[in-house]
């Protein structure tokens, strides 16, 4: 299931103005190599939101190559610092590369590791806490992310729609965490949140 119309797609990928070299080679680095980023539209939209809520400080939970993070960073400016949280440490040498192409190096702290168990390595509260790891993993993502966040910091994860599997059972494993991520945040007395149906769903939830 597309979320997004194939000719909405198509037109949002024409008026979109083309990133700059580095966010460019990322693209291309991950087209050829179907490596899953959140992609421009959704970039885009982080960049925004890291601009408009004034974040200084944002953790990542599953980085990969450090696409998502460039925006983030890129949003906040110099002041601005990101957490990213990667396994594989080959995803991790080439982030760096990026991030050096980019001068964004010092903003950034990469914790090589289970994103979960990195957080404990980090001291203090987030404006933003994004959410991109295993899909299984999400409910305990909440769990984790919740007491982090900052009042009126925002919790934004990735694939919440996952290519329309929500809808419909029985679920898998991946499935079934993502449908428990979202009942959780519309339950919890500690979020406001919405789902922007963009590429593949992004959940946004403020702490209130």
Same mark, same amino acid.
């Given at each position: 299931?597309?979320?997004?119309?194939?000719?909405?797609?198509?037109?949002?990928?024409?008026?979109?103005?083309? +990133?700059?070299?580095? =966010?460019? /080679?990322?693209?291309? #680095?991950?087209?050829?190599?179907?490596?899953?980023?959140? %992609? $421009?539209?959704?970039?885009?939209?982080?960049?925004?939101?890291?601009?408009?809520?004034?974040?200084? +400080?944002?953790?990542? =939970?599953? /980085?990969?190559?450090? #696409?998502?993070?460039?925006?983030?960073?890129?949003?906040? %400016? $110099?002041?601005?610092?990101?957490?990213?949280?990667?396994?594989?440490?080959?995803?991790?040498?080439?982030?760096?590369?990026?991030?050096?192409?980019?001068?964004?190096?010092?903003?950034?702290?990469?914790?090589?590791?289970?994103?979960?168990?990195?957080?404990?390595?980090?001291?203090?509260?987030?404006?933003?806490?994004?959410?991109?790891?295993?899909?299984?993993?999400?409910?305990?993502?909440?769990?984790?992310?919740?007491?982090?966040?900052?009042?009126?910091?925002?919790?934004?994860?990735?694939?919440?729609?996952?290519?329309?599997?929500?809808?419909?059972?029985?679920?898998?494993?991946?499935?079934?965490?993502?449908?428990?991520?979202?009942?959780?945040?519309?339950?919890?007395?500690?979020?406001?949140?919405?789902?922007?149906?963009?590429?593949?769903?992004?959940?946004?939830?403020?702490?209130?």
């Amino acid at each position: 299931m597309d979320i997004t119309h194939p000719q909405i797609a198509r037109y949002l990928d024409r008026v979109t103005p083309r +990133r700059d070299s580095v =966010l460019c /080679s990322m693209e291309t #680095y991950a087209h050829r190599r179907s490596f899953p980023i959140v %992609g $421009p539209q959704v970039g885009q939209l982080l960049w925004i939101l890291a601009r408009t809520s004034k974040a200084t +400080r944002v953790l990542e =939970l599953g /980085s990969g190559f450090g #696409y998502s993070a460039y925006w983030f960073a890129k949003g906040m %400016g $110099p002041k601005g610092r990101v957490y990213c949280t990667e396994g594989d440490p080959e995803n991790v040498r080439r982030a760096e590369e990026y991030f050096r192409r980019g001068r964004i190096g010092s903003q950034i702290t990469i914790l090589t590791g289970d994103a979960l168990d990195s957080m404990d390595e980090i001291d203090g509260t987030f404006d933003i806490i994004f959410n991109d790891i295993d899909k299984h993993q999400y409910p305990a993502a909440f769990r984790k992310a919740l007491p982090r966040l900052r009042k009126g910091g925002l919790l934004i994860t990735d694939n919440v729609l996952w290519s329309g599997k929500v809808t419909r059972g029985p679920f898998d494993a991946k499935t079934a965490g993502i449908v428990s991520y979202n009942r959780s945040i519309f339950s919890s007395k500690k979020l406001f949140s919405t789902i922007v149906p963009v590429r593949d769903g992004v959940a946004v939830s403020v702490r209130v």
